[in-house]
């Protein structure tokens, strides 16, 4: 089978310099639920397929954004050293279409999608034919001192 890894190799994404209202937390599967809606909505728009949770992709994007929380780290790279394709081959997503998108910051789902938008790269895994399922993690944490949701999104297809 051939592969194909369509990643985003690391855009820095901050959103520190929102009011700290702007990214109250409210819950992972809150969280999860709405940045998939503005996923799908968005590749509506442009005539792409919804894009359909996957455990698999869930499960490592979760993951990723846990590890990158505890250890204050914004990384396609987990802190154990291993790659972002190891990682969801890891958690058994076998698609020949993988992708991954991170965010940190004092972010919503509305502003993650607006700066993945305004992200070349960012905005072709979002628009990415190939892709129909996604994962989506999230996890509160810091970021340079101060209050973040540090955000995985995992691709496949």
Same mark, same amino acid.
């Given at each position: 089978?051939?592969?194909?890894?369509?990643? $985003?190799?690391?855009?820095?994404?901050?959103?520190?310099?929102?009011?700290?209202?702007?990214?109250?937390?409210?819950?992972?599967?809150?969280?999860?639920?709405?940045?998939?809606?503005?996923?799908?909505?968005?590749?509506?728009?442009?005539?792409?397929?919804?894009? &359909?949770?996957?455990?698999?992709?869930?499960?490592?994007?979760?993951?990723?954004?846990?590890?990158?929380?505890? &250890? &204050?780290?914004?990384?396609?790279?987990?802190?154990?050293?291993?790659?972002?394709?190891?990682?969801?081959?890891? /958690?058994?997503?076998?698609?020949? /279409?993988?992708?991954?998108?991170?965010? $940190?910051?004092?972010?919503?789902?509305?502003?993650?999608?607006?700066? /993945?938008?305004?992200?070349?790269?960012?905005?072709?895994?979002?628009?990415?034919? &190939?892709?129909?399922?996604?994962?989506?993690?999230?996890?509160?944490?810091?970021?340079?001192?101060?209050?973040?949701?540090?955000?995985?999104?995992?691709?496949?297809?």
């Amino acid at each position: 089978m051939r592969f194909r890894v369509a990643g $985003v190799m690391l855009v820095l994404v901050l959103a520190l310099a929102l009011p700290a209202t702007a990214g109250a937390f409210t819950s992972v599967p809150a969280f999860r639920a709405s940045l998939q809606r503005r996923i799908n909505n968005f590749r509506a728009e442009y005539g792409r397929g919804p894009i &359909h949770l996957n455990l698999r992709l869930e499960r490592s994007a979760q993951a990723h954004s846990g590890d990158m929380a505890e &250890h &204050h780290d914004f990384s396609h790279t987990g802190s154990a050293g291993a790659s972002w394709v190891a990682r969801i081959r890891y /958690w058994g997503y076998r698609g020949s /279409w993988i992708g991954e998108n991170l965010a $940190v910051g004092n972010v919503t789902a509305r502003t993650v999608m607006a700066m /993945w938008k305004a992200s070349p790269p960012h905005r072709a895994n979002l628009l990415n034919g &190939h892709f129909a399922a996604v994962g989506i993690g999230a996890a509160p944490g810091t970021y340079s001192g101060r209050p973040a949701t540090y955000v995985t999104s995992d691709f496949g297809g």
